[in-house]
């Protein structure tokens, strides 16, 4: 059974920084693409970041470039996600999702395993 857990979400300050790890099971984690998705209340999921399957290349949506970092420890089979100069508006519930195959993509779709989620909230 393929399961995803995130954690290390929490109550944060404006300008805080959170580092969220996800760690998967029942896969080959090397085998699979990961990424990090949020969700606001009352708005859809949106892509935040991607990691290939080897860590070679990573992509980020432009609210969060040169604040979050993406990264994974295959040995581990864990993706992390740090998020530094965290904002109000980054709050939402985040997941991890795994793509079978390398490379990473935005759309929701393309991810076929998902964790339940992980509550970020950063207060002003």
């Known amino acids: 059974q393929v399961q995803l857990v995130e954690s290390g979400g929490g109550l944060v300050q404006a300008g805080g920084s959170l580092r969220l790890s996800c760690t998967a099971s029942?896969?080959?984690?090397?085998?699979?693409?990961m990424g990090w998705f949020r969700q606001a209340p009352g708005e859809g999921r949106e892509f935040v970041a991607g990691?290939?399957?080897?860590?070679?290349?990573?992509a980020y949506a432009d609210s969060v470039k040169d604040r979050f970092t993406i990264s994974r420890e295959n040995a581990k089979n864990t993706a992390y996600l740090r998020m530094n100069s965290l904002k109000p508006e980054d709050t939402a519930v985040y997941y991890c999702?795994?793509?079978?195959?390398?490379?990473?993509?935005?759309?929701?779709?393309?991810?076929?395993?998902w964790g339940q989620g992980t509550q970020v909230t950063v207060s002003s």
């Open positions: 999702a795994a793509r079978f195959g390398r490379s990473t993509l935005p759309q929701t779709d393309n991810y076929r395993y």
């Open positions: 990691i290939t399957w080897s860590g070679g290349s990573t």
């Open positions: 029942g896969l080959t984690f090397s085998s699979y693409a």
